[in-house]
């Protein structure tokens, strides 16, 4: 008999809290199967069963445990029953033929689930296919967001964590399928009466947020629709307040040879670079001393490490926010990101963007040219950890200065690292040490 017990999660706590039990008091487990969260001061760790057998809960949800303490068993698999001989087949009697043969059936991709009485999916073999577990901060953010439980049920994961849940709402609800075409030449009386007795779709709710259309007179003005990418801005940074403990440090540059450098490559390039894609270069550059600023939260615990730095950044020029990628930066030299990032702003202006422009980004980079921009905040997007604002350069005495500030999940980055990772960005940019890119 195997026993689960809980490790030393956080060493400022000698106690925690078993928040849930995600596998209910004799129930079978596998050994990769979570089974508890437990409650730090800090986090919420999840632990593994470990083992393969029948879980026996040891203390109930909600009670304290320490490090150390058991508060499982895993007992083996019970033997199954001996199966018993089969009957003696009865003497055959003569039959009468039947004039056909009975229907035969084949087993259907889905069957009745006795619950509901909805369709519940099937696995190759004839049962039914298991459910991803859901782990409790990631079922609360789903109620938080109301989030469609199928399109939970659909993610390619075994377990759904808080990340997973984040980024299926960034990517905001799919479009409504439309509705299935009639495949007969013509309609029949009872398909025309199938029609009529269709119900009209539902009208949604308004938002809380929208101003109701009686109050539009009060106020004295007219209703204004937004873009569908102004939309998408919205719910990113609605989703990025709701979900990141964002924090912001921001450091003064003096980035006077920097931008001596920016023109002399323009020149010599024949092509336009500025401060922009320099930092581009310099951000990308710090991903193997700084990997948690490039990460990806998967859980309270664990985080996703990039193999290179995708590095998005910001394309404002009226006609919508768009935040494409320079994937794989760091093996890019100057005159590369300067034309990625000239060809970006060609598609910005006649709206040539496709998806793949966008996917794979793990830090961003946002542009603030305005003159007499001094400081900018950035959110930092959903299954991200940083993102950097860059202000227009500004005469400061003898110097050209700029504030390059940078926003960060507080769950994978703290403070120290920030300002090590700033410092490094002056470093590089004072320097202006672009010398073979």
């Known amino acids: 008999m195997a026993e689960i017990r809980v490790p030393k999660l956080n060493t400022n706590d000698s106690a925690y809290v078993l928040l849930e039990w995600l596998v209910a008091d004799g129930a079978p487990v ?6 508890a969260s437990v409650e730090t001061s800090k986090t919420v760790e999840e632990l593994v069963s470990g083992h393969d057998g029948i879980l026996v809960q040891l203390i109930p949800a909600g009670a304290d445990c320490t490090p150390g303490q058991p508060i499982a068993h895993i007992t083996p698999h019970p033997a199954p029953p001996p199966t018993p001989p089969p009957p003696t087949p009865a003497p055959l009697s003569p039959t009468p033929t039947p004039a056909c043969a009975p229907p035969s059936f084949a087993l259907p991709s889905a069957v009745p689930s006795p619950a509901s009485g909805a369709l519940a999916a099937v696995s190759g073999d004839g049962l039914p ?3 991803p577990l859901i782990t409790a901060p990631a079922q609360a953010l789903i109620d938080e967001l109301g989030i469609d439980p199928a399109r939970v049920r659909d993610l390619p994961v075994k377990v759904v964590r808080r990340a ?7 990517a905001g609800s799919p479009p409504p399928r439309p509705p299935a075409s009639p495949t007969v030449e013509g309609p029949s009386p009872s398909a025309e009466a199938s029609v009529a007795e269709t119900p009209p779709p539902p009208v949604p709710a308004a938002s809380p947020t929208a101003v109701p259309p009686a109050s539009v007179a009060a106020v004295g003005g007219s209703v204004r629709g937004l873009s569908g990418n102004q939309q998408a801005v919205g719910r990113t940074v609605s989703l990025s307040h709701r979900t990141i403990p964002a924090a912001y440090t921001a450091i003064k540059v003096d980035v006077g040879k920097a931008t001596t450098t920016a023109r002399d490559l323009t020149k010599r390039l024949r092509k336009l670079v500025g ?11 710090l991903h193997q001393d700084f990997p948690l600023c490039f990460a990806t939260l998967m859980d309270e615990g664990t985080a996703a490490v990039p193999d290179a730095p995708n590095v998005g950044v910001t394309i404002d020029l009226g006609t919508g926010l768009y935040v494409p990628v320079i994937r794989d930066a760091h093996g890019k030299g100057i005159e590369e990101i300067a ?8 598609l910005a202006q006649r709206g040539g963007f496709r998806q793949e422009h966008f996917d794979g980004g793990n830090i ?28 227009s350069p500004q005469r400061e005495g003898e110097r050209t200065v700029a504030v390059i500030g940078l926003a960060y999940d507080h769950r994978l980055v703290n403070g120290r690292d920030a300002v090590l990772f700033l410092q490094a960005l002056k470093e590089a940019l004072e320097a202006a040490s672009f010398e073979g890119l």
């Open 339 to 346: 034309g990625e990032l000239a060809g970006f702003r060609r």
């Open 364 to 391: 961003v980079v946002t542009l603030h040219h305005d003159r007499d921009i001094v400081m900018a905040i950035p959110i930092v997007f959903p299954g991200q950890a940083c993102a950097l604002a860059l202000t």
């Open 129 to 131: 296919a298991k459910a």
């Open 275 to 285: 401060l922009p894609d320099l930092l581009i270069a310099a951000v990308a550059r």
């Open 30 to 35: 596998r050994g990769d199967d979570v089974v």
């Open 164 to 170: 997973d849940v984040e980024r299926l709402a960034a």
